[in-house]
């Protein structure tokens, strides 16, 4: 990938586009999470424009009337960058950038963008310029001239230099290389945590900003970046986490989740979001000081689902409670979620009712048994080690005894080995 460095901030105009589906608050608010979007790129907002239309117009996506209102608004205002609040199509972006004539991307570019530019590790960064490939192939107009190295600023880091007249077949070639590529690390991130099949798994979850990598480092001594910015996590770090009554867990933070998420950056991150869908629990955490955090709770739950994680046993964290002043909410919060707790990861407020909280799940949810299988049927022992975390063993004349922990589905399979 290329990366870019920026002298000066770019000058940019936030356009929604409002079809009568949510209210004006909300639309506000997207609005608000797409300028601290174009923040954290490095962008400074100077102006917001919201179309109210029946639907979406397939050939400028805001019609061409209030397209030619941001064009006459570009250069009143000395505008670089355009920034939509939705997807535009190749036939809108192709449309838009002859009216406007000025660089023009989308939120899932923005996103892109923004990963791109955090992209730290081999995986982080192969990952990107995969969905960045994904994500550009049908946009394969003059829009992305402005990939050259000539040019910069928001939107331009990423695979190189992308120009109208590149050829498809060699973006295609390149993306099956990437597939196989993160199908290769994906094979040893399997070898690697092979071993962490004899511990409990919990993955930290959560709308972005929501103070996962906060909450991550206070219960292991971690010292992962925790910046009051969006996507500050991209790779998933694992330490061990001590419960007390003997009780162990390996604990996993992970990228945070957004509305709106580019589904190709979901499909190449895959390898990374396995911590996730290989967690025994996951610590859903939700920042409550936010005005919209039931929406972000729904966004979250809805990309587990995607993940086809929606299932596993969840524990509701709800972070940030000492900036709420109106306690009712407190009330609410546990009368619609019971499986939750109210903390302040920050503050280190109410930590210990999250441990107690999170010991019960374990206690329940997990099983202790023993089992004693013949000598010659060492191979179903071996299979145990990769089911359960195996307590003791001990060995008398023909016969092991095994004492092992493991969730009820693991247990249920455990037994069927047995019969067989």
Same mark, same amino acid.
């Given at each position: 990938?290329?990366?870019?460095?920026?002298?000066?901030?770019?000058? *940019?105009?936030? %356009?929604?586009?409002?079809?009568?589906?949510?209210?004006?608050?909300?639309?506000?608010?997207?609005?608000?999470?797409?300028?601290?979007?174009?923040?954290?790129?490095?962008?400074? @907002?100077?102006?917001?424009?919201?179309?109210?239309?029946?639907? %979406?117009?397939?050939?400028?996506?805001?019609?061409?009337?209030?397209?030619?209102?941001?064009?006459?608004?570009?250069?009143?205002?000395?505008?670089?960058?355009?920034?939509? =609040?939705?997807?535009?199509?190749?036939?809108?972006? +192709?449309?838009?950038?002859?009216?406007?004539?000025?660089?023009?991307?989308?939120?899932?570019?923005?996103?892109?963008?923004?990963?791109?530019? +955090? !992209?730290?590790?081999?995986?982080?960064? @192969?990952?990107?310029?995969?969905?960045?490939?994904?994500?550009m192939l049908p946009r394969?107009?003059?829009?992305?001239?402005?990939?050259?190295?000539?040019?910069?600023?928001?939107?331009?880091?990423?695979?190189?230099?992308?120009?109208?007249?590149?050829? +498809?077949?060699?973006?295609?070639?390149?993306?099956?290389?990437?597939?196989?590529?993160?199908?290769?690390?994906?094979?040893?991130?399997?070898?690697?945590?092979?071993?962490?099949? /004899?511990?409990?798994?919990?993955?930290?979850?959560?709308?972005?900003?929501?103070?996962?990598?906060?909450?991550?480092?206070?219960?292991?001594?971690?010292?992962?970046?925790?910046?009051?910015?969006?996507?500050? *996590?991209?790779?998933?770090? @694992?330490?061990?986490?001590?419960?007390?009554?003997?009780?162990?867990?390996?604990?996993?933070?992970? %990228?945070?989740?957004?509305?709106?998420?580019?589904?190709?950056?979901?499909?190449?991150?895959?390898s990374t979001l396995k911590?996730?869908?290989?967690?025994?629990?996951?610590?859903?955490?939700? =920042?409550?000081?936010?005005?919209?955090?039931?929406?972000?709770?729904? %966004?979250?739950?809805?990309?587990?689902?995607?993940?086809?994680?929606?299932?596993?046993?969840?524990?509701?964290?709800?972070?940030?409670?000492?900036?709420?002043?109106?306690?009712?909410?407190?009330?609410?919060?546990?009368?619609?979620?019971?499986?939750?707790?109210?903390?302040? !990861?920050?503050?280190?407020?109410?930590? /210990?009712?999250?441990?107690?909280?999170?010991? $019960?799940?374990?206690?329940?949810?997990?099983?202790?048994?023993?089992?004693?299988?013949?000598?010659?049927?060492?191979?179903?022992?071996?299979?145990?080690?990769?089911?359960?975390?195996?307590? $003791?063993?001990?060995?008398?004349?023909? *016969?092991?005894?095994?004492?092992?922990?493991?969730?009820?589905?693991?247990?249920?399979?455990?037994?069927?080995?047995?019969?067989?």
């Open positions: 990938m290329i990366e870019i460095n920026r002298n000066t901030p770019e000058r *940019t105009i936030l %356009v929604a586009l409002n079809t009568g589906d949510i209210s004006k608050e909300e639309t506000e608010e997207h609005l608000n999470e797409l300028e601290e979007l174009a923040s954290t790129a490095g962008a400074n @907002t100077i102006l917001k424009v919201v179309q109210h239309r029946a639907s %979406v117009d397939p050939v400028f996506f805001v019609g061409k009337g209030k397209a030619a209102q941001l064009a006459e608004l570009v250069e009143a205002n000395s505008i670089d960058l355009i920034i939509f =609040d939705d997807d535009l199509s190749a036939i809108q972006l +192709r449309n838009l950038e002859k009216l406007i004539n000025k660089k023009i991307i989308d939120r899932s570019g923005l996103i892109l963008d923004i990963f791109a530019s +955090r !992209a730290k590790t081999k995986e982080a960064k @192969t990952q990107v310029e995969l969905a960045q490939l994904q994500y394969l107009t003059r829009a992305w001239t402005h990939l050259s190295k000539q040019y910069g600023g928001i939107g331009t880091k990423g695979p190189g230099e992308t120009q109208i007249e590149t050829d +498809r077949r060699i973006i295609r070639t390149r993306i099956s290389n990437l597939k196989e590529k993160l199908s290769k690390i994906e094979s040893q991130r399997e070898t690697q945590s092979s071993g962490r099949k /004899n511990f409990i798994t919990v993955s930290i979850v959560g709308y972005t900003n929501a103070g996962k990598s906060t909450l991550f480092n206070l219960l292991t001594q971690a010292h992962v970046l925790a910046e009051d910015k969006l996507f500050a *996590t991209l790779d998933s770090t @694992t330490r061990l986490l001590e419960l007390g009554k003997n009780q162990k867990a390996l604990i996993s933070d992970t %990228v945070g989740f957004i509305r709106k998420l580019p589904h190709h950056l979901v499909a190449s991150f895959k911590d996730v869908r290989d967690a025994d629990i996951i610590l859903h955490v939700i =920042d409550i000081s936010h005005p919209y955090y039931k929406e972000h709770l729904e %966004v979250v739950n809805e990309t587990l689902k995607e993940l086809g994680c929606d299932k596993k046993t969840q524990l509701k964290v709800f972070n940030k409670a000492d900036l709420i002043v109106d306690k009712s909410i407190f009330d609410f919060v546990l009368n619609k979620y019971s499986e939750s707790v109210l903390i302040s !990861a920050l503050r280190g407020i109410n930590i /210990n009712s999250l441990y107690s909280k999170l010991s $019960s799940i374990i206690e329940e949810t997990f099983i202790q048994e023993e089992i004693d299988i013949e000598i010659s049927n060492s191979k179903i022992a071996s299979k145990i080690y990769s089911l359960a975390e195996v307590l $003791s063993t001990r060995y008398d004349d023909n *016969t092991i005894h095994i004492t092992y922990k493991t969730n009820r589905e693991n247990s249920n399979k455990i037994k069927n080995l047995i019969r067989m």
